[in-house]
């Protein structure tokens, strides 16, 4: 599957699962005391929050991988479904305004993924 989407998961996947790797080897280490465990839960936090705003050079990595430019989308025909004049809600809502294949990918799958793990950080690190 050569699409830009899946360049982009592969480098920002290898790059969160490097760091969560490191440092869940410090953490199983036999000589490891609660504050460094939490010193180390806080960086990983940050880390993750910090990646929120690295998109474009994941997309950047993400087309060097994969050799492909376009997102799936902006190759593929839209449908559209007919409205009639009588249908409500004929007027475009919000959530239907246009917006570039980039921005879709960005925000309903990149920083979902970063906002998730960050959740799932934040709630174990509230445990300590």
């Known amino acids: 599957m050569n699409r830009l989407e899946t360049g982009i998961l592969t480098v920002l996947w290898h790059h969160i699962l ?17 504050n460094t465990a939490v010193a180390i839960y806080q960086s990983l936090l940050e880390f993750i929050r910090k990646m929120r705003t690295r998109f474009e050079e994941f997309e ?10 376009n997102y799936t989308e902006e190759v593929r025909r839209v449908r559209q479904r007919s409205r009639r004049y009588d249908e409500p809600g004929t007027a475009p809502e919000l959530s239907e305004l246009p917006q570039s294949p ?27």
């Open 60 to 69: 950047a990595k993400g087309k060097e991988l994969r050799e492909c430019e």
């Open 18 to 34: 490097h760091r969560i790797h490191g440092s869940s080897q410090v953490l199983q280490s036999s000589s490891q005391d609660l």
């Open 102 to 128: 980039a921005d879709k990918f960005r925000t309903r799958t990149f920083l979902v993924i970063v906002d998730s793990l960050d959740a799932a950080l934040q709630k174990r690190l509230d445990a300590y």
